[in-house]
């Protein structure tokens, strides 16, 4: 079985075929309702059996505002909402997006002498970035919003990691990387998701689009509702997904519908040799599949368990550098593990096919042990109580473990061997 990328295009167009209308409070002169003020004796309340969380307005993400919001809802004899209204509020950025979730609750009715009747219920909403919601890659420092939806965690934001080759800021402005992330070619997007996430497959786009109710209706609860052309017609982020049109390079180095079109990578397996094709899903179309080439967004998906994740996935890629003067170098079978340079204080290891550089390293001994810390984006290793076997120009020697931790996951390596070279010209 061959691994195939694919690119998933939510072609989230902002003009749509057939507009939609949102949830709207349509109030009906019922004799039965009582006013809002008015209080109403019954021997059971209405409980919630149906919650719907409230849209996070990304202007308020953006200012990074908290807040609450008191919504009292008439709810029917049916159990249906049929009223809302704010009665207090944090900050009025959030009102509407309290108000549009408690439209969508469900209630068991209130009864009053057995008999179901229409009442008032206040229902507070609660908006919270909180610090939970965040991922900071270790290679770059770059912080994501991340969001969970249904069962999955996904970052809220476009992949912006700067890989050594094809990768591109759109138009080659690194202005736009910040807000829509970065283009990449099919080949690299494989592996380029930091540890603990991965490139999302064919498979976990469609759980994702039907929970959102399926492919005619995922596109717009995907959608950002700012930074798409107008009208942006169907967009409510409801999802928290926050899907931009960070637009495409095309083969020939050319950029193209920024603001128009989001199209992101993703995974595949067949059982033969497939091509490569684009998936795309507007606010109101269906799915389908195309070849097509050229440099896209990418979106990471939390791996499953990965705070559970055996060490053994966690792979150290020998490297063809390190062992010079000026340097101290860990090997095995005679192939660099990682090292580190006095001069430059820089250093490199390669985990998982993904390089991390070192930009500390702590060490003491004298000639018979020796014991380093280094450190990186995210990285630390440890070689204690390593043996010194031969002193000369260089100290060489054997340690019995390195352990290496990338995130929370460690790796142990057993008899390594050093180098540390202390001489060397600044010239």
């Known amino acids: ?209 039907n929970y959102l109710g399926g492919e005619e209706f995922a596109g717009g609860k995907l959608k950002s509702t700012s930074d798409w052309e107008s009208p942006n017609t169907g967009a409510t982020n409801e999802s928290g997904f926050s899907a931009l049109p960070g637009g495409q390079r095309g083969e020939d180095g050319s950029f193209s519908s920024i603001g128009e079109y989001g199209i992101w990578w993703y995974n595949a397996e067949y059982p033969d040799v497939r091509e490569l094709g684009l998936a795309f899903a507007g606010v109101n179309s269906g799915n389908g599949r195309y070849i097509e080439t050229g440099s896209h967004s990418i979106r990471c998906i939390m791996e499953i368990n990965s705070k559970d994740k055996k060490v053994s996935k966690l792979v150290v890629n020998p490297q063809n550098e390190g062992g010079g003067f000026g340097q101290v170098s860990f090997s095995k079978n005679k192939k660099t593990l990682f090292y580190f340079e006095q001069k430059s204080q820089k250093g490199k290891i390669v985990l998982n096919d993904t390089e991390y550089i070192l930009n500390k390293c702590d060490s003491e001994g004298n000639n018979s042990k020796a014991s380093y810390k280094l450190f990186g984006s995210g990285v630390i290793i440890s070689a204690l109580n390593c043996k010194v076997s031969d002193v000369g120009d260089c100290f060489h020697g054997k340690c019995a473990k390195v352990t290496i931790t990338l995130n929370g996951i460690s790796i142990a390596i057993n008899n390594v061997e050093y180098t540390d070279c202390l001489s060397f010209s600044w010239d």
């Open 1 to 209: 079985m061959r691994k195939a990328i694919l690119i998933l295009s939510f072609i989230l167009l902002s003009i749509s075929l057939f507009a939609q209308e949102g949830v709207k409070s349509k109030e009906q002169k019922n004799e039965d309702d009582p006013a809002m003020d008015k209080f109403v004796e019954v021997e059971k309340m209405p409980e919630i059996i149906f919650q719907a969380k409230p849209v996070y307005p990304d202007l308020a993400v953006s200012a990074k505002l908290e807040g609450r919001v008191w919504v009292k809802i008439l709810v029917s004899k049916e159990g249906k909402p049929k009223k809302a209204v704010v009665v207090k509020s944090d900050a009025e950025i959030f009102n509407q997006s309290a108000m549009d979730a408690a439209m969508k609750y469900a209630f068991t009715p209130a009864l009053q002498n057995n008999k179901p009747v229409a009442v008032w219920v206040v229902v507070p909403f609660k908006f919270e970035l909180g610090n939970n919601n965040t991922f900071t890659d270790p290679r770059d420092g770059h912080v994501y919003k991340t969001v969970t939806i249904g069962s999955q965690i996904w970052m809220a934001e476009n992949l912006a990691y700067k890989a050594k080759k094809s990768c591109w800021a759109y138009n080659n402005n690194e202005s736009n990387v910040e807000k829509y992330g970065r283009l990449y070619t099919s080949e690299v997007a494989k592996n380029i998701c930091p540890v603990g996430w991965h490139l999302p497959s064919d498979a976990e786009w469609t759980i994702l689009t």
